[in-house]
């Protein structure tokens, strides 16, 4: 098998690096990937995997960008509306504000 050429290998992660990062913003624009059941979530996963899979990122440097605190309060925020939800509060509703819904279900004893 001959050798791969090392500038034509680089400029083929460069564009698959290209082509994963725009398909993950198609999948974030859109909310969902045409004619498949991946969301938003599905769509970072699989691109930070395939990054990762052609050797765009290393998995030690992957591990290391991810910001934990940041992790924690994205999940914060989802028990928070999920929990609104089966409440059945009515955030942003036409008759109240939607930032006097949170601070009155959040704030009450």
Request: aromatic residues 8%; charged residues 10%; glycine residues 10%.
């Amino acid at each position: 098998m001959p050798a791969l050429n090392p500038v034509l290998l680089s400029d083929a992660r460069i564009l698959a690096a290209y082509i994963i990062f725009i398909g993950s913003y198609v999948v974030f624009a859109v909310g969902k990937f045409p004619l498949m059941k991946i969301d938003r979530p599905g769509a970072a996963i699989i691109g930070a995997v395939l990054m990762v899979a052609f050797g765009i990122v290393g998995a030690s440097e992957a591990l290391a960008s991810i910001d934990f605190a940041t992790v924690v309060l994205l999940f914060s925020m989802m028990l928070i509306v999920g929990s609104l939800r089966l409440a059945g509060s009515s955030i942003g509703s036409r008759n109240g504000s939607s930032t006097a819904c949170i601070l009155i279900t959040c704030c009450r004893p």
